[in-house]
């Protein structure tokens, strides 16, 4: 009974916080828009008994899918998304590895205050943080007052409302999600055998490619998929540091739902959103699964 339990308790928590709610949504993709309150006109009418749920199969239709595929818009908008998610990916990669191995190797004795430092963020409201980053990086901002004091420019940079500004916030706010992993993958790796590495003639940073990136790669992995697979559907990001131009499917998403009232529609590029990330959810689980077995 207590195994039954255990496997019970988060069996639970995903049908009811995931299942059901991706149950709605799919059943608002496949209704037809109305001017109404909500703004939908179910086709599956559970009120309706047997006969509804016939009607629902004789008459299903998948027209709100077919009509994501006769707008550029929203298969563009797909596109941007996992081309900036790639991006920023690698760019908190490339960040937050030399942070992270910074902090396996420091003392012992600095570690717990390096790792407060990394999580701190978090003890400020995400949307207030990236707020803060529109008085930063705006033209009149501390930035470019900085570049100007220094001489380093003439006139203040374009950054706001740009990719750019896009992919510092993105940077910013999820670098610890990059950190934490790899950190904990070398912090249990074995300093003997980077010792046995130079002792067999392997320069240093030899030894860091041939046992530590190695040993740390589980690490990275975890830090990439937890990094890319939130920001793909970010909206508050490229809502308030993007411009015009910057392209991604939680904007699209928000529009559909609160300016144009399309609720089918939303809720189908909703559902082909989440198709779409279930790929990198099940590399991410099967990861950790190789880890756990590589571990016992």
């Known amino acids: 009974m207590r195994r039954f339990a255990l496997i019970v ?6 049908l009811a916080l995931f299942l059901v709610p991706f149950i709605i949504v799919l059943k608002i993709s496949l209704s037809d828009i109305a001017l109404s309150i909500p703004p939908y006109t179910p086709t599956l009418d559970l009120s309706a008994g047997w006969e509804g749920t016939k009607r629902f199969f004789a008459g299903l ?10 707008d550029d818009l929203y298969w563009k908008a797909y596109l941007s998304s996992l081309r900036i998610a790639a991006v920023a990916t690698f760019l908190t990669l490339l960040v937050g590895y030399p942070i992270a191995y910074g902090m396996a190797n420091a003392p012992d004795h600095w570690r717990p205050t390096l790792m407060m430092l990394v999580i701190l963020p978090f003890w ?5 943080r990236v707020y803060s980053w529109m008085g930063i990086l705006s033209g ?13 420019i003439s006139e203040p ?8 500004a896009v992919y510092i916030g993105i940077v910013y706010t999820y670098l610890p999600f990059m950190i934490l992993p790899i950190y904990a993958a070398l912090e249990r790796m074995d300093a003997s055998l980077l010792e046995a590495a130079e002792d067999l003639g392997c320069s240093r940073l030899t030894a860091f490619w041939l046992v530590t990136f190695p040993l740390s790669r589980n690490g990275v992995v975890a830090g990439c998929f937890l990094v890319f697979i939130p920001t793909v559907g970010e909206f508050v990001i490229p809502a308030l540091l993007g411009g015009s131009k910057t392209l991604m499917i939680g904007k699209v998403l928000w529009d559909e739902f609160f300016k144009n009232r399309d609720w089918p529609v939303a809720s189908a590029v909703a559902v082909i959103l989440l198709l779409i990330l279930i790929i990198p959810i099940v590399l991410f689980q099967r990861n950790e699964q190789k880890q756990r077995e590589a571990e016992g």
């Open 9 to 14: 308790l988060p069996y639970a928590w995903l």
């Open 124 to 128: 400020t409201s995400f949307l207030i």
């Open 140 to 152: 009149e901002g501390y930035l470019n007052q900085l570049l100007l004091a220094l001489g380093a």
């Open 61 to 70: 239709d998948f027209e709100n899918f077919v009509f994501l595929t006769t």
């Open 157 to 164: 940079l374009t950054i706001l409302n740009t990719n750019i």
